[in-house]
């Protein structure tokens, strides 16, 4: 029904950018928290961003000032701009909506991606 398929994870340097995208199809009515979360190997899935509908974002601790999370509506895409990275950001990365499908429209349903990698050598 819905997919939501990422791009942009990789290998990059400490000190090095990379631009995380999530574009999500099906039969969606409307999407309105998207975010991206990240999990190590043994570890919780953790929050790194998110953004409403109407463009409220809200961040981890670790990442304010060197992420930025941003959403095209019209494409039902969400990217993740990161800078300054570093190794401790390797991690995979998931991308996450909470969206009302074309039916039934009474309730919100929560889908994530497949998962991209970041690794962050030093």
């Known amino acids: 029904q819905v997919q939501l398929v990422e791009s942009g994870g990789g290998l990059v340097q400490a000190g090095g950018s990379l631009r995380l995208s999530c574009a999500a199809s099906g039969n969606i009515f409307t999407i309105n928290t998207m975010g991206w979360y990240r999990q190590l190997p043994g570890k919780q899935r953790e929050l790194v961003a998110a953004v409403t509908s109407d463009g409220k974002t809200n961040y981890a601790d670790t990442v304010k000032g060197r992420f930025t999370i941003s959403r095209d509506n019209a494409k039902n895409t969400v990217y993740l701009q990161m800078n300054g990275l570093k190794p401790e950001d390797t991690a995979v990365y998931y991308c996450?909506?909470?969206?009302?499908?074309?039916?039934?429209?009474?309730?919100?349903?929560?889908?994530w991606g497949q998962g991209t990698q970041v690794t962050v050598s030093s």
């Open positions: 996450s909506a909470y969206l009302v499908l074309t039916l039934p429209r009474s309730l919100e349903y929560h889908y």
